[in-house]
């Protein structure tokens, strides 16, 4: 079964550091999705992404994130200089398709575990 | 804004009842609902999505309601087993392409 895989599992980095998650979603699919998750808290969206360019932007997606998709197969979620507060679980996903009648289901992947010390 | 509320506190259940978890929001009308599977350390999995035009969805042993007047689904687990433990996240997707995330509520199925 197609999955959504990302690198690395675990990222351990000092307060002030640059940070790029990677994600490559399936192979189909259209939409992608960062979404972090603090321990013990909900699934939080930080931003979509279609055709290239953020489709939707939560306020946590200030300017210290951007994403990219820097070839046909791999999106990357960068924090520029990453605060403590930064610590989370982070999610990528991808959907064949966004909102709509036909619905948006999101496959997640793993999710990398990102420790700002 | 639209909020997604679920039972955050862990719900125990013995083998082989019924859990039953609920979802309620507000200040929207979704389309559809969905409902994903989380395990701890891993990615939601999703499970199964009700539009708001159906009552109710079943896939195996799960079932889904869907009530627009009460603005709530019920998610329910028939025969449950302890494999079934895990956190069950509730979600809908708003009109500007993003899915959000109830708080979810943790199962416990006691063997």
């Known amino acids: 079964e197609p999955e959504v895989t990302q690198t690395p599992s675990h990222q351990v980095t000092q307060m002030g550091q640059e940070v790029i998650l990677r994600c490559v979603p399936i192979s189909n699919h259209l939409y992608f999705y960062w979404y972090r998750q603090i321990l013990g808290q909900k699934v939080e969206f930080l931003v979509s992404f279609y055709n290239n360019e953020i489709s939707e932007k939560s306020e946590i997606f200030d300017d210290q994130f951007s994403v990219e998709r820097p070839d046909g197969s791999n999106f990357t979620l960068k924090i520029r200089s990453t605060k403590l507060e930064d610590s989370a679980m982070y999610f990528c996903?991808?959907?064949?398709?966004?909102?709509?009648?036909?619905?948006?289901?999101?496959?997640f992947g793993a999710g990398s575990r990102l420790t700002v010390l | 804004s639209q909020k997604i509320e679920q039972n955050s506190e862990a719900l125990n259940i013995q083998e082989g009842k019924t859990a039953t978890l609920t979802c309620n929001y507000t200040?929207?009308?979704?389309?559809?609902l969905q409902w994903y599977r989380q395990d701890p350390g891993r990615g939601p999995v999703f499970l199964l999505l009700?539009?708001?035009?159906?009552k109710e969805k079943r896939k195996e042993r799960l079932k889904v309601t869907f009530d627009t007047t009460l603005k709530q689904s019920l998610f329910h687990i028939t025969a449950s087993q302890p494999a079934d433990s895990a956190t069950y996240l509730c979600?809908?997707?708003?009109?500007?392409?993003?899915?959000?995330f109830g708080k979810g509520t943790r199962l416990h199925i006691l063997p």
């Open positions: 996903a991808s959907s064949p398709r966004g909102v709509g009648p036909g619905a948006n289901v999101l496959t």
């Open positions: 009700i539009r708001e035009n159906e």
């Open positions: 200040n929207y009308s979704p389309a559809y």
């Open positions: 979600a809908f997707a708003n009109r500007d392409d993003k899915i959000i």
